[in-house]
């Protein structure tokens, strides 16, 4: 038997909560109107179920038959003009109290890069009979937006849903056999009973530390679309060159590549349904695994949907040190993208890996002096940062942007100008304007082809409208112009450091709302009530009223998003994470046609993928 | 005593084992592969400030076949398991792992139906890591406790483990 079938699941449930009455509760209905919904019910009239602002984000319910015209018309129409499917994903509502409704939904982020809009699309998937019950399907949106089409495949992998008019609908992320459809809310968590006695006669010990699982190879298929006719090159799950797990299957005809099937979720690690089995502050922790090259940013992500959702005020020492946190996260995820870039493209070079992770050692010595941790951070939390920055900080940090600049002049003096180095990335992994809004992809991916956009000055968080930065674009759209952004943005990011290091404000590090926020330690030794607070937040957690929220920051990577449902009580109904390495990910088979297997290797590094968060 | 009696100065006696175990324990090629956050950690070992060449380990093969180590860096899906069994089968005797980090020990705070709750259910594992991710010292304090097992271990064990494969078994007749 091999081993990607589905080992024994036992039904395993963390803790159970104490609800209150009312709860669990579906989201509200969206209510008031914005020029964009009013145009769209203009138009679709009847067929707009619901209309309107929730949570603050712009939402319109649609009816199912009438979602691929919607979409179609939000991306053609003058006075909409969305450019961009940034995300799909879905809900599947069978715990909560239907009433007759649909019981799982499909969810739509889009965005209008020229108009500065964001506008999230809901609509609820018909049913049709299967063989093991009702098969929910709704029409897929590849047609009007390609990077429609892995979130798409996504979502059936994991939650089931059919996409009709889908070209290419197999399982994504999870082994092509797998018995069920992990997110849906009656297949179970899974894992493994923790044994708390320690007695040798448990059957628990009988195979300890000893093979148990067969894990036999299977043979691999041949991706549909690919042709024996040409050579077929397997390149990963175990290569050197594609940061971590992931398979490329790749056909070639002579020395061009005809086609490229990625073939992801070797490190898949069920992210998603773990958060709806955790309060949400528990997530916190589970965000710095997902890029573990940017956990500060997954953190403040994270972090800023459920603050939205709660109407939490932070105080500003806590916003500066956010940013100084996520900016600091920036250029040591630019360090090692540049090193491993570099590493990857020339084969040798070394030297360049040695020189920036001795900077990148320095930004991981400063978040050990803040938190103790050098990689999984954990730092900032909801309602603030973790503690304050000890006193040595800021100076420690003065001298590293004393010096970075300097460094950063260094790598670009090795490489920058260097034949060897513009031969293999000048023209290469090319992709137009264009086609990145229709693939979704995001930050230097799209900034590379001449897109200006950048959600922390244009779409402002953490009080990042307060400071003067500029956004470094391309429109050479190959892997040269994505290489020189990034070197750039790690100059733009010292810029933002120095001026919140400058304008570092005194105050509290997290909020002082102690139904969201711990107390300080100290205060649990003299205050009754901070006791209380302790307590209650550590054994039950706050609650999020019920709802639902989208909410994208400017990653390293790209957009890094997550989309909350609440349905009241003290953990995520359901939890997506937009990971940017995804859909970026998802352009590699467009950018490398007609080039050479080396150069595959070269749009890798470009892309700047980090498994953990393609396969989530 | 005995035969260093009747050899001439300047050479020295030792047992097989130990002059081999000394080779061994001092030159252990990692197996360059990594999977999550602690691949991170792993790559810092081995950069400048960490340094695993001061323990001759700082050459990570590509090649299974060239590895002596395998260092589990992370968390063990059910997709990759077969893959990283078929690696271990790959690499010669004699061969040694690391759990490096809880995921790869027990499964970490992945417990859920993706992850595979320790590698030890499908590889043997000799030094295991505790920590999420643990920090380069910790690896190499794991290579440490490697090298005295290696050092302790005897050549003619790993003989044993290796039985060669029938003629017909490799290459099957009719085939």
Known sequence: MPLDVAPVVRSYETQRTLNPPGIPALAPMPTG???????????????????????????????????KALATFLRDEPDLKYETLIDVTSVDRSRLPLDGEARFQTVYQFRSYSRNQHLTVIADCGTDPGDNGEIPHIDSLTGVYRGAEWPEREVYDLMGIRFDGHPDLRR????????????????????????????WDDPEFETLGSQILPAESTV????????????????????????????????????????????LGFLHSGFEKTGENKRYKDFV??????????????????????????????????????????????????????????????????????????????????????????????YIRIGGVWQDLPDAFVSELKDFLRVMPQKISEYEAMVTEA????????????????????????????????????????????????????????????????????????????????QAVDNLPSGLYKSNNRKVALPPRAELDVSMEALIHHFKLMTEGFHVAPGYFYHGIENSKGELGFFVYSDGSAKPYRLHVHGPSFNNLYAIDHISRGEMLSDVVTNIGSIDIVLGEVDR | MGLEEKVPEGILTTSLDSVINWGRANST?????????????????????????????????????????MIVSGRVSNKM??????????????????????????GGPFNNYAIIQGVDKIIPVDVYV??????????????????????????GEWRKVEEPLAVDEIMPLGA
Not at chain 1, 330 to 338: D, E, P, Q, T
Not at chain 2, 36 to 45: Q, R, S
Not at chain 2, 83 to 104: F, T
Not at chain 2, 130 to 155: F, H, N, T, W
């Open chain 1, 33 to 67: 109107e914005t020029d964009d919904t009013r145009r769209i019910c203009e138009q679709f009239g009847e067929d707009i179920v619901a209309a309107g602002l929730h949570n603050g984000n712009q939402v319109v319910l649609v009816e199912p038959g009438q979602l």
């Open chain 1, 172 to 199: 994504i992320l999870m082994p092509k056999n797998w018995p069920n459809h992990p997110l849906q809310k009656q297949a179970p968590l899974g894992g493994e009973e923790v044994p708390f006695t320690f007695t």
């Open chain 1, 220 to 263: 691999p298929d041949l991706p549909p679309g690919m042709s024996r006719q040409n050579m077929v090159i397997n390149m990963g799950p175990h290569h050197p060159s594609t940061h971590g797990v992931l398979r490329l299957v790749v056909e070639m005809d002579g020395e061009r590549i005809v086609s490229i099937d990625p073939d």
């Open chain 1, 285 to 378: 922790y589970y965000t710095d695994r997902m890029d573990y090259l940017s956990a500060m940013s997954n953190n403040l992500g994270y972090c800023l949907t459920i603050e939205h959702m709660l109407g939490l005020e932070i105080p500003e020492r806590a916003q500066v040190i956010r940013v100084i946190m996520a900016e600091m996260q920036r250029i040591a995820s630019h360090l090692f993208w540049l090193a491993t870039h570099v590493l990857d493209v020339s084969g040798t070079g070394m030297s360049l890996l040695m020189y920036a992770t001795r900077e990148r050692e320095r930004i991981l010595d400063l978040f050990e002096m803040a938190c103790g941790a050098r990689l999984t951070v954990s």
């Open chain 1, 419 to 498: 034949p060897l180095w513009q031969e293999r990335l000048t023209g290469i992994g090319h992709i137009s304007g264009d086609d990145a809004l229709s693939m979704g992809l995001t930050g230097p991916m799209l900034r590379g082809s001449g897109i200006d956009w950048d959600l922390r000055r244009d779409r402002p968080y953490s009080g990042y409208e307060a400071y003067e930065f500029e956004v470094p674009t391309s429109d050479s759209g190959d892997c040269y112009g994505r290489f020189k952004i990034r070197l750039e943005e790690m100059r733009q990011s010292v810029r933002i450091l120095e």
């Open chain 2, 29 to 69: 090629w990692p197996l360059l592969f990594g999977l999550a956050c602690c691949a991170m950690e792993m790559i810092a070992t081995g950069t400048a400030r960490h340094d695993i060449a001061r323990y001759g380990s700082e050459l990570f093969r590509a090649s299974p076949r060239q590895a002596d180590l």
């Open chain 2, 81 to 106: 398991a077969p893959v990283i069994k078929r690696i271990y089968d790959q690499m010669l005797a004699p061969k040694w792992v690391i759990a490096m980090g809880i995921c790869a020990s027990a």
């Open chain 2, 130 to 155: 505790p920590g999420c991710p643990p920090r380069p010292e910790s690896l190499l304090y794991a290579m440490d406790l490697l090298r005295a097992k290696q050092r302790s271990e005897s050549v």
